[in-house]
């Protein structure tokens, strides 16, 4: 009797291989496994559109329940899986069963960081990774008065367009000295600095964080190694995110930063997979260097790869990647992978808040920003997949 393929994770990783192995004509049967109730759903809205109340939880779905009776699909949603067999081919999961496979895919995703500073227990501390942690922010928010995130990355300048779109105050702070400094050129990203601040959110840069304060265990505002206290009755930590790997790791699977797998996306076992925000793979335009990219396009593309060789027809992962942020009117892409010392070329005016930043590694073009300008963006990426190809 086939046991088909186990899926841990119920993501858009996990959602995406159940579709396209029966759009693939795969017969064999398909179990989702995951620690979060319910069936899979988009997490992008969930600092955007969500908050503001314009998505509720049905509008999140990627798929209603009669979609997967009729790909007759399993979904076991709130079921923890808690070791891997590989002798057996099985997992245990709590509750005590044990799920047996043919073929085992980990798309366990990434956790939030949190904080190691006093304070950060108190109520109004959150993070911003899951629905449910979504769900108790929203709440919060319609009794808040001022909000502060603690980092400057995507998630905390989306919030931050959101926050200021209802009146409250804002305050974002990071150690680095700009803004998105890992994800963007700095034209870009104080580009964006400068939209957000003329919205009214107050930027701390170059700022360490010493404590989160309270008061009758609530948080109340933040204490800076330097400057002065930041006000704030509810404070987002949204400092990155750590892969989901203890469970690869317990199991004897090759673990580095995120679950390795090579470029068929295979872990070290050859009968389990593993992609999305928690696989490490050898990027194919970056020499073979080892990646671990947290996109909806990169876990969607290595859902489809998986599928292929699951179904006969395997190839090599070598997708361009690309990326993408709504800050309340400033929609921005990105394709391809920049380093921090890659030069910058603006191509348009910023003035007009429609452009594009152009990186460069020596000749030859790595990645292509783009704010409010589609039909660019699509131009990036059909010019960065011949520019990326490997020799």
């Not at 304070?119 to 108790?136: M, T, Y």
């Not at 460069?360 to 039909?375: F, H, I, K, M, T």
Request: glycine share 10%; proline share 6%.
């Amino acid at each position: 009797m086939a046991h088909g393929v186990v899926v841990v994770g119920t993501g858009q990783a996990g959602f995406q291989l159940a579709a396209s192995l029966r759009e693939a004509g795969f017969a064999a049967p398909i179990t989702l496994v995951g620690d979060e109730p319910g069936l899979p759903y988009q997490r992008p809205p969930l600092s955007k559109g969500f908050l503001q109340a314009k998505v509720d939880d049905a509008g999140l779905l990627l798929r209603p329940p009669a979609f997967y009776e009729r790909i007759d699909v399993r979904v076991r949603g709130g079921t923890r899986v808690l070791s891997i067999d590989r002798m057996a081919r099985q997992v245990a999961l709590s509750g005590g069963a044990a799920l047996p496979y043919d073929h085992l895919v980990l798309a366990t995703g990434a956790a939030a960081r949190t904080l190691a500073v006093p304070g950060a227990d108190l109520q109004g501390v959150f993070v911003l990774r899951g629905l449910d942690d979504a769900q108790r922010i929203r709440a919060r928010l319609a009794q808040a008065s001022a909000v502060a995130v603690v980092g400057a990355g995507f998630i905390g300048l989306e919030l931050a367009a959101v926050v200021r779109g209802m009146g409250l105050a804002m305050h974002v702070i990071d150690t680095a000295a700009r803004p998105l400094a890992r994800a963007l050129s700095e034209p870009m990203a104080r580009h964006l600095q400068a939209f957000h601040e003329a919205q009214g959110t107050r930027f701390h840069l170059s700022a360490q964080l010493a404590a989160i304060e309270g008061a009758h265990g609530h948080a109340t505002g933040l204490r800076l190694r330097e400057g002065s206290p930041v006000a704030a009755d509810l404070v987002v930590v949204a400092v990155g995110v750590t892969p989901n790997d203890q469970l690869a790791r317990d199991a004897g699977l090759r673990v580095g930063n995120g679950i390795e797998v090579d470029e068929l996306l295979l872990t070290s076992d050859p009968a389990i997979s593993a992609l999305g925000d928690g696989a490490s793979f050898p990027f194919a335009f970056g020499g073979g260097a080892r990646v671990r990219i947290e996109s909806v396009q990169n876990a969607v593309d290595q859902a489809r790869c998986i599928a292929a060789r699951l179904c006969g027809q395997p190839v090599p992962y070598a997708k361009v990647p690309w990326f993408w942020s709504e800050q309340g009117p400033c929609r921005l892409q990105m394709a391809g992978l920049a380093e921090p010392s890659d030069r910058s070329d603006i191509e348009g005016d910023p003035a007009s808040g429609r452009f594009s930043v152009l990186r460069y590694r020596g000749d030859q073009l790595s990645a292509v920003e783009s704010l409010n300008d589609p039909a660019a963006h699509m131009r990036a990426r059909k010019a960065l997949a011949p520019a990326l190809a490997p020799a």
